[in-house]
């Protein structure tokens, strides 16, 4: 089975412009997160969702951040509009609820880098 | 106070000795707690669990749970070059999910 996909792998922006950043995760598992990295602040939880719907979002910085779970296989993470302090690796994970939902499996990251 | 902390490190042990790898929680009521190793511009991935206090070994793998001090680590027997990597502790409390900033491992030849 593939694992989580994400893309696109790098972006690069300007400062204003609108980011996409999109996941498919594994088939069957119920719950996605998104995370951001940074050296400064570490791994970051964003928000999750449990079978489509957000659960937590405590974690999004502000209300130019918001993410969408359409259907089970997609998710993507929207960042409008964009800022410098924005640039980190953003992470999708996805896993199940029959075997815990810290027992994660992550994407490859997107990296994105606002000038 | 961080919900979830580790020694940034870096932490550096010779080839086959045993590594220790600490974190401390905020949360007495948090249920379940999980290493993850991530490699220099890799992804996080998972290499341990444990939800009871005690041990939990696995290969040369061995996690540590104390819920009466708030700590578990991770040792790491004979490491290996290969084990030089950051790793994360994470902690699962009801709802919330905490990550540590992780500490830097290596293992020199």
């Known amino acids: 089975d593939a694992g989580v996909i994400q893309s696109p792998r790098h972006e690069v922006t300007e400062m204003g412009q609108e980011v996409t950043l999109r996941c498919k995760p594994i088939?069957?598992?119920?719950?996605l997160f998104w995370y951001r990295q940074t050296m400064m602040r570490g791994l970051e939880l964003l928000i999750y969702?449990?079978?489509?719907?957000?659960?937590?979002d405590s974690g999004m910085p502000e209300d130019r951040f918001s993410a969408k779970m359409p259907n089970a296989s997609f998710s993507t993470l929207k960042i409008q509009p964009s800022e410098p302090r924005d640039s980190a690796v953003y992470f999708c994970?996805?896993?199940?609820?029959?075997?815990?939902?810290?027992?994660?499996?992550f994407g490859p990251g997107t990296r994105l880098t606002v000038t | 106070q961080k919900e979830v902390e580790q020694n940034s490190g870096p932490l550096s042990v010779p080839e086959g000795a045993i590594a220790s790898l600490n974190c401390t929680y905020s949360?007495?009521?948090?249920?379940?707690f999980f290493w993850y190793r991530q490699y220099s511009g890799k992804s996080p991935e998972l290499i341990m669990f444990?939800?009871?206090?005690g041990d939990k070994e696995d290969g040369r793998f061995t996690a540590q749970l104390n819920k009466a001090s708030q700590y578990v680590s991770l040792l790491i027997r004979d490491s290996q070059p290969s084990d030089s990597a950051t790793y994360l502790c994470?902690?699962?409390?009801?709802?919330?999910?905490?990550f540590g900033t992780g500490t830097s491992l290596t293992v020199i030849p």
């Open positions: 088939s069957g598992h119920d719950y």
């Open positions: 994970a996805s896993s199940s609820s029959d075997r815990g939902p810290l027992e994660q499996y």
């Open positions: 444990i939800y009871s206090n």
């Open positions: 994470a902690v699962n409390t009801g709802n919330q999910f905490y």
């Open positions: 969702f449990n079978n489509n719907v957000p659960i937590d």
């Open positions: 949360d007495r009521g948090s249920q379940s």
